[in-house]
């Protein structure tokens, strides 16, 4: 695990300011290099200037939604880890259907979120 949290940007996209430093205070517990975004026009400029080596996308975001920046993703790397959440988890069903990685319904525990960005990104380096 040493490699993967030295060496992972974990790029997470989010318009809630406190869910977003939430999931970021819990993350760096375990990886160094997680980059914020607070809607798809963030997101996207951080992906051109550094990609990430995984998306973690909330589906209700400003400007483009989350299916359709998962869309927009996956044109730009299709083989980028992307895992979905959302705090309404009939639409995560739609977020796999386009391909997305791994959905988490926003009342998840804290380690899931953990472990699937382990598990996306341990054959990605």
Do not use: Q, Y
């Not at 993350?27 to 998306?55: C, R, T």
Request: charged residues 25%; proline residues 6%.
């Amino acid at each position: 695990m040493t490699s993967i949290k030295n060496n992972s940007r974990i790029l997470i996209i989010d318009d809630d300011v406190h869910f977003r430093n939430l999931i970021c205070s819990i993350l760096k517990i375990s990886f160094d290099n997680i980059i914020l975004a607070e809607d798809a026009s963030e997101a996207l400029l951080e992906f051109e200037e550094n990609p990430p080596v995984i998306i973690v996308t909330d589906l209700k975001i400003p400007l483009v939604n989350g299916l359709e920046l998962i869309t927009l993703f996956r044109k730009e790397d299709p083989d980028i880890p992307i895992i979905a959440i959302s705090s309404e988890p009939k639409s995560l069903p739609a977020a796999l259907a386009i391909g997305a990685n791994d959905v988490l319904d926003k009342s998840f525990l804290v380690h899931s979120l953990s472990d699937l960005i382990v598990k996306n990104i341990a054959g990605v380096e």
